[in-house]
């Protein structure tokens, strides 16, 4: 079971003992009624008490003067330092991370290059087809025995097909030369129809 998410840090402090008396007995009172919440808290009272027993077990070590100087002097160089407030200011502190610099700089140059280049290869609109152009195109479309020229003259009308069918018919010269094979026996093997 999982604990409360708004109790973790509470339940951890009163592992610890580290929480004041009325939020504790508040808590306490919710580790009741919750087994996920008392759960949690039994694994980390566990831990706990295993660390400070641990702790016990350490021998007791003073640190020297000079780790209390070194310490004390670092405390105050950090409580003087200045938060950056412009831009070149976090640019200053960071003139020392070659890696943050580099991973900029190329992040700078995808950037650039993302933004250029649907400018760089813009199609030219082609010219709008002539009179002559579309009366020659419309020709050779009509002249062309196709399937679908023919399905769309039928669907027009019986006379339209007709019409085609004609047209198509005074255009070629159907020669036996220019049949398929199979076209050339039928009309051997029909001739006499």
């Given at each position: 079971?999982?604990?409360?998410?708004q109790?973790?840090?509470?339940?951890?402090?009163?592992?610890?003992?580290?929480l004041?008396?009325?939020?504790?007995?508040?808590?306490?009172?919710?580790?009741?009624?919750?087994?996920?919440?008392?759960?949690?808290?039994?694994?980390?009272?566990?831990i706990?008490?295993?660390?400070?027993?641990?702790?016990?077990?350490l021998?007791?070590?003073?640190?020297?003067?000079s780790?209390?100087?070194?310490l004390a002097?670092?405390?105050?160089?950090?409580?003087?330092?200045?938060?950056?407030?412009?831009?070149?200011?976090?640019?200053?502190?960071?003139?020392?991370?070659?890696?943050?610099?580099?991973?900029?700089?190329?992040?700078?140059?995808?950037?650039?290059a993302?933004?250029?280049?649907?400018?760089?290869?813009?199609?030219?609109?082609?010219p709008?087809p002539?009179?002559?152009?579309?009366?020659?195109?419309?020709?050779?479309i009509?002249?062309?025995?196709?399937?679908?020229?023919?399905?769309?003259?039928?669907?027009?009308?019986?006379?339209?097909?007709?019409?085609?069918?004609?047209?198509?018919?005074a255009?070629r010269?159907?020669?036996?030369?220019?049949?398929?094979?199979?076209?050339?026996?039928?009309?051997?093997l029909?001739?006499?129809?």
């Amino acid at each position: 079971m999982k604990p409360c998410a708004q109790n973790q840090k509470p339940i951890a402090w009163l592992a610890a003992d580290a929480l004041d008396a009325y939020a504790a007995d508040e808590l306490r009172a919710h580790l009741n009624i919750c087994p996920g919440c008392r759960q949690y808290w039994r694994e980390l009272a566990g831990i706990c008490r295993d660390h400070s027993e641990a702790a016990n077990d350490l021998p007791e070590v003073r640190p020297s003067l000079s780790f209390h100087e070194r310490l004390a002097r670092r405390i105050r160089q950090e409580e003087t330092r200045r938060v950056p407030v412009s831009a070149l200011e976090i640019l200053r502190q960071w003139r020392l991370d070659w890696g943050v610099a580099i991973s900029a700089v190329a992040l700078a140059l995808i950037v650039i290059a993302a933004l250029q280049r649907p400018g760089r290869y813009r199609e030219v609109p082609k010219p709008a087809p002539t009179a002559p152009q579309i009366a020659a195109a419309r020709a050779a479309i009509d002249s062309q025995p196709t399937f679908s020229s023919y399905r769309v003259a039928a669907n027009t009308s019986i006379e339209a097909l007709d019409e085609l069918l004609t047209q198509q018919a005074a255009h070629r010269s159907w020669s036996a030369q220019a049949l398929p094979v199979s076209a050339t026996r039928w009309l051997v093997l029909n001739s006499d129809l």
